[in-house]
């Protein structure tokens, strides 16, 4: 059983650390975005790895839960705890650092707070992209975004957090460092730890530091939206776009009408550029070597999907504005949809070719469960959909009740009958716990199970998130 924090081991902990350390106001670490949950205990900020590995030590010791917190951009709970004995709350705001930057071997070492818009600007700086991107780069931060294994609009290209780590500082749960700041490609020496604690939720140790990897910057870059007749066409014109650019391919986002309602709906003046909104819509980016020319070959693709039938219009940007116009209209969807009210919101992905057929019957079952509206959007290229219900016009989801549970189970039985999984890139957290347990393989939840007894006997690691306590 853990123990709750208390006033004597808050005093305790102020011997070891300065009063800079300690957060008297704790409101803003106890909610999170989608206001599901309040959080509960003290809130400690240290300075460096030594400090996280003392505050780490001190509640091993006496049995304390510890939840790391990063940029709190989390959408499953994950850096809050509502229930059980009061935690330490350890945020990694004041550890933010770009500790050094390997120009040459494409490395960047970064403290665990470092904002990711912070450490793409470091990278930019040199002539160098750190590829990882998405909606909360502003305030989002490293530990998290590696805890979490997060995902982003350039998957396709890039991969998950995961691919691009090369090396973790670690404080484990009994308070030792773990100094694994590795800038190999190639190691071979044993367990493969870095990959194990990398979407781990802090459930397994405290990520301080990383030594991220950096890419070339693309030398030419594009990007167009197409309408297309069908999520079928979709893919097919996936797969041609992926013929012509091979790995230039960066982002191939799907776009659903709903969305763009939404966008009117709540006053955020963002238009797509069709006169008549298409049912479906991809945004296309590439991203080609220097030399390369990405509008001809947007003209190449559009011409090949205009002659097969896979897109009837669209437009290529022709600068970096019109670029960026394109991508805010994507960028700006999360945005609405908070601000109409989900019923339920699912972050799954799927095989892609089952993609199509999963998206005629969740329509399907959802509509026969009750009049609900759906926004069906996401990172096609890599299978990962933010289906999300709402309710209907001149509703809220107020009056749906309990409804949300239902359409949740509905959507992720779909999700898990065609082969996927009901946690593309958000996590597990504390929301999804008992959907691991329900689709997850017996035999790897008992393999979590034994190295989360292992790594951490005294469950002391962010409690109750990912495993049940």
């Keep these: 059983m853990l123990n709750p924090v208390t006033a004597e081991f808050e005093a305790l902990l102020r011997q070891h650390l ?7 106001d704790t409101a803003p670490y106890m909610r999170e975005p989608r206001k599901r949950w309040t959080g509960q205990g003290i809130v400690v900020a240290p300075a460096d790895t030594q400090e996280v590995a003392t505050v780490v030590r001190l509640c091993h010791d006496a049995r304390i839960g510890v939840v790391p917190y990063g940029g709190g951009t989390g959408l499953v709970g994950g850096q809050l705890q509502p229930e059980g004995p009061a935690p330490v709350v350890l945020s990694l705001e004041r550890m933010s650092r770009i500790r050094d930057i390997h120009v ?10 470092a904002i990711l818009a912070d450490v793409q600007t470091a990278a930019r700086d040199h002539d160098r992209l750190f590829p990882l991107s998405l909606a909360s780069e502003g305030s989002a931060r490293i ?36 100094n694994g700041l590795s800038r190999l ?17 802090g459930t397994l140790g405290i990520i301080t530091a990383a030594a991220l990897r950096l890419v070339p910057q693309p ?11 069908s999520p079928e066409a979709a893919l097919d014109l996936l797969a ?12 191939f986002e799907l776009i659903h009408r709903q969305g763009l309602a939404f966008l009117t709906e709540t006053g955020l003046e963002l238009r797509a550029p069709f006169e008549q909104p298409p049912e479906w819509m991809v945004l296309v980016d590439v991203g080609l070597p220097a030399g390369g020319h990405s509008e001809a070959a ?32 994507r960028e700006t969807i999360p945005e609405a949809n908070r601000r109409v009210g989900s019923i339920s919101s699912h972050d799954i992905a799927l095989p892609l070719s089952e993609i199509p057929a999963f998206i005629v019957e969740g329509g399907r079952r959802l509509t026969a469960l009750a009049d609900i509206r759906i926004n069906c959007f996401g990172h096609l290229g890599d299978g990962n959909l933010h289906y999300n219900v709402f309710p209907a016009i001149g509703k809220s989801r107020d009056d749906y009740g309990a409804l949300g549970d239902e359409v949740k189970k509905v959507v992720h039985d ?3 009958e065609m082969g996927g999984s009901v946690s593309a890139e958000h996590g597990i957290g504390r929301l999804k716990v008992t959907d691991l347990e329900t689709y997850g393989d017996p035999a790897k939840l008992a393999m979590m199970r034994a190295i989360k007894a292992a790594l951490d006997p005294r469950g002391i690691m962010n409690p109750g998130a990912v495993l049940r306590d």
Excluded at 157 to 173: F, T
Excluded at 240 to 251: F, K, R, Y
Excluded at 316 to 326: G, P, T, V, W, Y
């Design 104 to 113: 040459a071997e494409n490395v960047l070492i970064a403290e665990a707070g």
């Design 414 to 416: 779909l999700t898990h």
């Design 185 to 201: 490609r190639k190691d071979n020496t044993g367990y493969d730890l870095r990959n194990l604690v990398i979407g781990a939720e």
């Design 298 to 329: 947007l003209e190449r693709i559009f011409e090949q999907g205009a002659a097969r039938d896979l897109t009837t219009d669209g437009v290529i940007a022709q600068s970096f504005a019109d670029r960026d116009a394109l991508w805010a209209i």
């Design 143 to 178: 530990g998290g975004l590696l805890s979490t294994n997060a995902g982003g609009v350039n998957v396709l290209r890039y991969g998950n957090a995961r691919a691009q780590c090369l090396g973790l500082e670690l404080v484990r749960p009994d308070g030792t460092i773990w």
């Design 18 to 24: 300065s009063p800079a350390a300690f957060k008297d």
């Design 219 to 229: 030398g030419d870059i594009g990007a167009m939206m197409l309408a297309v007749p």
């Design 240 to 251: 041609l776009t992926q013929a012509e650019v091979g790995e230039g391919l960066s982002a």
